[in-house]
Each structure stands twice: as C-alpha cells, then as structure tokens.
C-alpha cells in the first residue's frame, strides 16, 4: 500500500493490507499524525479514484 499512502512510514505498513483496512482489523492510527483507520480507507480511495468516499457514494 505505500505507494498510496503519504505521510506514513514505511515500516508501519509493511505488513498491511487492504483488507485489515476495510475490515478495521488493524492497529487504531497510523504514522505521527495519529491518522485513524477509517482516514487511512479515505487516503486510498481518494488516491485509486480521485474521489473521496462521500463523493462515490461509499
């Protein structure tokens, strides 16, 4: 996932998946700015798509 992701280290994301994402089967925040794992769906599918959650509708 990390070339999806800015602002999170590497490290924190070498074992995640999309589905530990999707299904909150992972830790609560990611990175130093505490991103929840809801925000860390939203990064991804803003980055996929180029739109937010909200506006495809999720």
């Given at each position: 996932m990390?070339?999806?992701i800015d602002g999170i280290p590497p490290s924190e994301?070498?074992?995640l998946r999309l589905r530990h994402v999707l299904t909150k089967t992972t830790p609560k925040f990611f990175g130093?700015?505490?991103v929840e794992g809801e925000g860390l769906a939203g990064m991804?599918?803003?980055r996929l798509s180029g739109r937010s959650?909200?506006?495809l509708g999720l």
């Open positions: 990390q070339p999806y994301l070498d074992k130093v700015d505490q991804i599918v803003k959650i909200a506006e």
